[in-house]
């Protein structure tokens, strides 16, 4: 079975899918972008912004869903551009201090709405 986790806090959907399900003792996430949840407007902004737009409405998912960023045990961190990687990883590892999760990091051509960054999330619920 798999249920479906939501939340006014995070972005909705632009599409035909879930902010996050929750299945067999995990919860997925969709990649977030940086849209701003009460408008749905994209934030513009430098990559530390963007990341910390995407970052918080991952932790509001991660909220409704009742864990946090203690659960994530595996991130996946798509760049427009590479050369963005340290910014990211900078305000990323402020939220993953201790016992981060496994992460891959690929670059990519491009990503809705023009955002030089987009992250998904498998956490343990």
């Known amino acids: ?3 479906i986790v939501s939340t006014d806090k995070a ?10 399900v929750k299945a067999g003792g995990f919860l997925f996430l969709s990649g977030q972008i940086p849209l701003d949840p009460a408008t749905g407007e994209f934030v513009a902004g430098e990559i530390r912004e963007q990341t910390e737009r995407v970052l918080e409405n991952i932790a509001a998912v991660l909220a409704e869903a009742g864990v946090g960023f203690d ?8 760049l427009t551009d590479l050369a963005n990687f340290g ?3 900078e305000v990323y590892g402020s939220r993953f201090s201790a016992a981060p ?9 491009g990503l809705p709405r023009g955002a030089l960054v987009e992250i ?3 956490a343990l619920c």
Not at 11 to 20: L, R, V
Not at 71 to 78: E, G, L, N, W, Y
């Open 1 to 3: 079975m798999k249920e």
């Open 101 to 109: 999760p496994a992460r891959s990091t690929v670059e990519v051509k």
């Open 71 to 78: 659960a994530v045990v595996k991130t996946t961190i798509f």
């Open 87 to 89: 910014a990211v990883n």
């Open 120 to 122: 998904e999330v498998l």
């Open 11 to 20: 972005p909705k959907a632009i599409g035909p899918y879930s902010q996050a």
